[in-house]
């Protein structure tokens, strides 16, 4: 029997997105306000992918009403590596800039782990260096992929219990599924990480009581497959007909999650947040200004 509808708790990720902006433009206002330059983020965008320009233009609007400035480089679609290691490496040596991300993917044949190699940790802002990504795999601090965070910000704003807790993970990008997992593990959760290759996955994900789907599937996880009362993340953004689906099947889940974010509203706005919040930290640790 299916609860009733109103069980789940559906995220409003906009709202909860609003709330962590403006704590993070006022630390801005306050920092502009003794005397300091805002933060300033580098994007680099090659070639002219649509979903790309459109990411990149909700995080312009973002950086500009949190009061940090935004720099936007864009390259032609036929810019060799060279080019792109060499624009990094210009952003990498100018002190103005703060936070450096270049927007993936990038075009073929262009190697994007060289490219992203490039960049110098300390203004990685995507988390993305293997300086970064190793340092969350050895536990210690550094900058966090925002995607993650804002995980963890979806989790902790709703009290999901984390600690002791079967965290099931589909996925297992360098973006979303890996760093997703070791923060969860880093927060003593039991993590199971899932890919196209796990045998029977409906069984596995019916033994989680955290949930992340991000496997680019659309509507993969069925109702029946969901543990009544789990935390429920889709990070699925699949464009099936014109129409957005998820990597979970959103009407079925309705009823049997306790929490949901659905595919539009969910993660994304809190992804471009923690964005802010990276190139806000980055900016802090090379200024001392970190207390
Ligand atoms: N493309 C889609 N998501 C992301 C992201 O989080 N960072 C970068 N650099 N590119 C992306």
Known sequence: MTAPRERTVVVDGKALASTLRSEIQHEIARLVAAGHRPPCLAVVLVGDNPASMSYIKGKRRACERAGMTSREHDLPADATQEDVVDLVEALNRDASVDGILV???L???????????AIDPAKDVDG????NAGRLVAGLPGLRPCTPLGILAVLERHAVPIEGASAVVIGRSILVGK????????RNATVTICHSRTRDLAGVVREADILVAAAGSPRLVKGDWIRPGAAVIDLGVNIVDGVQHGDVDFDAALGVAGLLTPSRGGVGPLTITMLLRNTLEAYQTRHGLRS
């Not at 075009?107 to 190699?117: N, Q, R």
């Not at 993305?128 to 300086?131: G, K, M, P, S, V």
């Open 107 to 117: 075009p073929k044949p262009l190697d994007a782990s060289a490219v992203i190699e």
């Open 128 to 131: 993305l260096t293997t300086h």
């Open 103 to 105: 927007q993936l993917p």
């Open 179 to 186: 760093p997703i997992s070791l923060l969860l593990l880093e």
